[in-house]
């Protein structure tokens, strides 16, 4: 997975941190599968893709390409965590076109991740 440098973060998932992190990152069923994620969509016509970690594996695209921009506890967190970004990107000049603001911001691995 890529990963936005300045993540965002829900404050109940930031105190899950690294964990949630590597959770996503490994894909594996565990605890964690509850939480929310929000990447750049691999589609053309869209924006911003929501999810549940649990949905990881049975994507119909490749995790390992996928640019995680976001992440929250659950889904109400994750709603929030959208209108902030979209706030942000309007702030910033980008309008409407999260996915391009987005894609344009600096990214990294895992381990690069801020908390």
């Known amino acids: 997975m890529i990963w936005l440098?300045?993540?965002?973060?829900?404050?109940?998932?930031r105190e899950k941190g690294k964990k949630l992190v590597r959770a996503a990152e490994s894909g594996?069923?565990?605890?964690?599968?509850?939480?929310?994620?929000?990447?750049l969509s691999p589609y053309p016509e869209g924006q911003l893709d929501l999810f549940k970690l649990?949905?990881?594996?049975g994507r119909l695209f490749d995790p390992t390409k996928?640019?995680?921009?976001?992440?929250a506890?659950?889904?109400?967190?994750?709603l929030a965590l959208l209108e902030k970004m979209a706030g942000d990107?309007?702030?910033a000049?980008?309008?409407?076109?999260?996915?391009?603001?987005?894609?344009?911001q600096p990214v990294t691995d895992w381990r690069g991740v801020s908390v």
Do not use: H, N, P, Q
């Open 73 to 78: 506890a659950d889904r109400a967190e994750a």
């Open 66 to 71: 996928m640019t995680v921009l976001a992440l």
């Open 93 to 104: 000049g980008g309008g409407v076109r999260l996915k391009e603001y987005f894609a344009a």
């Open 28 to 39: 594996k069923k565990g605890k964690l599968d509850s939480c929310w994620m929000i990447t």
């Open 89 to 91: 990107c309007l702030k």
């Open 54 to 57: 649990s949905e990881l594996t």
């Open 5 to 13: 440098k300045e993540l965002y973060w829900g404050e109940k998932a």
